[in-house]
């Protein structure tokens, strides 16, 4: 079945510097790819998402590519804020199914100091 | 700004007590969805509704856990009876389905339930 495969955190930054959290998927179909943010005690937003190869999402300076030839979706950010602190999901839709749900990843959490 | 709402946001029981939550979807979305999230297991869907029809709720303890979409306004989430292994953050979540394609789930602010 479909998986998303994400680095494992947490990943502790110092304010400005560069952020890359890893996704790596498996699909049977072409699905959309999604990058959903949770702050403490809130739900899940919706960051940033792309729909075929080679897209960029991109929201709030965070970007991912649609990288199909890898199966990857990287998070990145040239400088992080401490407000940028949360656990972010990776998630892909399950559209070859007709059901259209969501498969996520187990969260990799972001401490950034400053 | 449109959003999902949940209710109650916090919830203490006593194991064996009956326990309801409730979501108010986006108006117009057709699909909604209720999520369990833990530290052991993350998040693990538990059911979801097209157009208020039970799509899966393969996801969801059958014996104790019972999901319904009475209007297109309300969705609800018991269980009966509530065990400690229950405690968790549950979310709902909303979305526009068309042509089969995953649109984006709106989440709600989730409730937090602790059955001691």
């Known amino acids: 079945g479909d998986s998303v495969t994400q680095m494992e955190g947490p990943v502790t930054l110092s304010e400005e510097a560069f952020l890359t959290i890893n996704c790596t998927y498996t699909a049977t179909g072409y699905p959309s790819l999604f990058w959903y943010v949770q702050y403490p005690g809130e739900g899940l937003q919706l960051l940033l998402k792309?729909?075929?190869?080679?897209d960029k999402g991109s929201n709030k300076g965070f970007e991912a590519t649609y990288r199909k030839e890898t199966t990857s979706f990287h998070l990145e950010k040239g400088s992080v804020q401490v407000s940028d602190s949360a656990v972010y999901f990776c998630a892909l839709s399950d559209g070859g199914s007709g059901y259209s749900t969501l498969t996520f990843g187990k969260g990799t959490m972001l401490l950034v100091s400053p | 700004d449109a959003r999902v709402t949940q209710t109650p946001r916090h919830k203490v029981t006593e194991m064996g007590q009956e326990v309801t939550m409730r979501c108010q979807p986006i108006l117009g979305h057709n699909t909604v969805f209720w999520y369990r999230q833990t530290m052991m297991q993350g998040l693990e869907l538990l059911a979801y509704?097209?157009?208020?029809?039970?799509?899966?709720d393969s996801g969801m303890p059958k014996d104790r856990f019972s999901a319904e979409m009475p209007d297109a306004t309300l969705a609800t989430l018991k269980i009966q009876p509530s065990e400690p292994r229950d405690s968790a953050v549950y979310f709902c979540?909303?979305?526009?389905?068309?042509?089969?394609?995953?649109?984006?789930?709106?989440f709600g602010p989730g409730t937090r339930l602790t059955v001691l």
């Open positions: 509704f097209r157009n208020r029809a039970p799509l899966d």
């Open positions: 979540a909303s979305g526009l389905v068309m042509g089969g394609r995953t649109d984006t789930q709106y």
């Open positions: 792309a729909t075929k190869a080679d």
